[in-house]
């Protein structure tokens, strides 16, 4: 009669929150286990959050917090994130292991000038991105530094959300506090 026994249950949704959670580029088992210990459930928990307070949860910091706001959707970045994110590394690729992530921490406090050198080292940007971004003027990754979100996300298939994130993984954090959903325009060329 009491085949799922509420202790069963609790273990299934905690099992499906970390499985949700490791969806987002950047979150391992690891840091969706930290995330989870911390309060967040769900992508609607991480949604909700503020990225000051993803980037206190152990094993998360100011760069990969905003990586998983700018993939929830729902980018809020605070005006003294850039000093942070100076002082750390790019979030990692989203195949990494949480070994590699400890070891890419480990190596950023070390050398923090290294970060993507191609366009295509940026973090959501494959070759067809990087064609795009080179089609509107932005050739080199020191170029997208320092173009604004706004301007990054007018770029033929780019958005606010990837802009969000390219401008994170490049390491300049100046991040719009209102993300809308566009669609492209066919018709819009560089």
């Known amino acids: 009669m009491a085949d799922d026994e509420p202790e069963d249950i609790e273990e299934e949704t905690e099992h499906q929150a970390v499985d949700g959670l490791t969806d987002i580029g950047g979150v391992g088992e690891d840091t969706a286990g930290s995330l989870r210990e911390a309060g967040y459930e769900t992508v609607e928990d991480l949604r909700e959050a503020s990225q000051d307070d993803l ?11 905003a990586r998983v706001k700018a993939e929830v959707g729902d980018v809020e970045v605070s005006d003294d994130a850039d000093a942070e994110v100076e002082e750390s590394e790019d979030a990692p690729e989203p195949d990494t292991d949480e070994e590699d992530v400890a070891e890419t921490e ?51 298939s780019i958005g606010m959300a990837l802009a969000a994130r390219i401008k994170a993984d ?10 809308e959903s566009v669609p492209a325009s066919p018709e819009r060329s560089g």
Do not use: F, M, W
Request: glycine content about 12%.
């Open 55 to 65: 980037a206190a949860v152990d094993g998360v910091g100011t760069a990969l917090a």
């Open 106 to 156: 480990t190596e950023a406090d070390e050398d923090e000038d290294e970060g993507p050198e191609e366009l295509t080292d940026i973090s959501g940007v494959g070759e067809s991105k990087a064609e795009a971004l080179r089609e509107a003027g932005y050739e080199t990754v020191d170029q997208i530094r320092g173009a604004s979100q706004d301007q990054l996300a007018s770029v033929d």
């Open 170 to 179: 490049v390491g300049d954090i100046d991040v719009s506090v209102t993300v």
